[in-house]
């Protein structure tokens, strides 16, 4: 009789330390699931999460690509295209480049002067392409009219790298 008793208290101890638990892990979850947009802090104001998406970082001066006239529409995306083109050979020269030191790497006896030479190789690759979109942003810079080039310098300086 003395282990049933013994039996039940744990249990019933172990569910009632158990259901705090359960019930804060609840409404975590529920705090984590809702919209970040319209979170709000544990103090009661709003929170950042999600909140900065609307601001871009433009200031006053509206975005460049918003002011853009039919003219220069023409020419950015015969640019980006232009671009498009020319990225497209590279990075596929580059993938192919990265999958063979790869390979190299993976042999059983790797040359390292050959895994070296490749990695220069490629290297060699991501130059031309870094040189072809620090080129195109000189080129737009170009299209642009002085109003539309500080929307757009603000957003290249708030970049880690051009896209």
């Given at each position: 009789m003395n282990l049933k008793l013994i039996g039940s208290l744990l249990l019933s101890s172990a569910l009632a330390l158990a259901s705090p638990i359960l019930s804060a892990d609840e409404k975590h979850?529920?705090?984590?699931?809702?919209d970040k947009s319209s979170a709000k802090s544990h103090h009661g104001e709003k929170s950042h999460k999600g909140g900065h998406k609307?601001?871009?970082?433009?200031n006053l001066s509206?975005?460049?690509?918003?002011t853009?006239?039919?003219?220069?529409?023409?020419?950015?995306?015969?640019m980006h295209l232009e671009l498009d083109r020319q990225h497209a050979v590279?990075?596929?020269k580059a993938a192919l480049l990265q999958k063979e030191v790869n390979v190299m790497a993976a042999q059983k006896e790797a040359n390292q002067s050959s895994i070296y030479a490749k990695i220069d190789q490629l290297m060699g690759v991501k130059a031309k392409i870094m040189k072809l979109r620090y080129d195109h942003l000189s080129e737009m810079r170009a299209a642009l009219t002085e109003q539309?080039?500080?929307?757009?310098?603000m957003?290249?300086?708030?970049r880690e790298g051009a896209k």
């Amino acid at each position: 009789m003395n282990l049933k008793l013994i039996g039940s208290l744990l249990l019933s101890s172990a569910l009632a330390l158990a259901s705090p638990i359960l019930s804060a892990d609840e409404k975590h979850h529920d705090k984590d699931t809702r919209d970040k947009s319209s979170a709000k802090s544990h103090h009661g104001e709003k929170s950042h999460k999600g909140g900065h998406k609307k601001h871009k970082g433009h200031n006053l001066s509206p975005h460049w690509i918003k002011t853009l006239s039919k003219k220069q529409r023409v020419a950015v995306d015969k640019m980006h295209l232009e671009l498009d083109r020319q990225h497209a050979v590279l990075k596929a020269k580059a993938a192919l480049l990265q999958k063979e030191v790869n390979v190299m790497a993976a042999q059983k006896e790797a040359n390292q002067s050959s895994i070296y030479a490749k990695i220069d190789q490629l290297m060699g690759v991501k130059a031309k392409i870094m040189k072809l979109r620090y080129d195109h942003l000189s080129e737009m810079r170009a299209a642009l009219t002085e109003q539309q080039r500080i929307s757009y310098d603000m957003a290249i300086l708030k970049r880690e790298g051009a896209k």
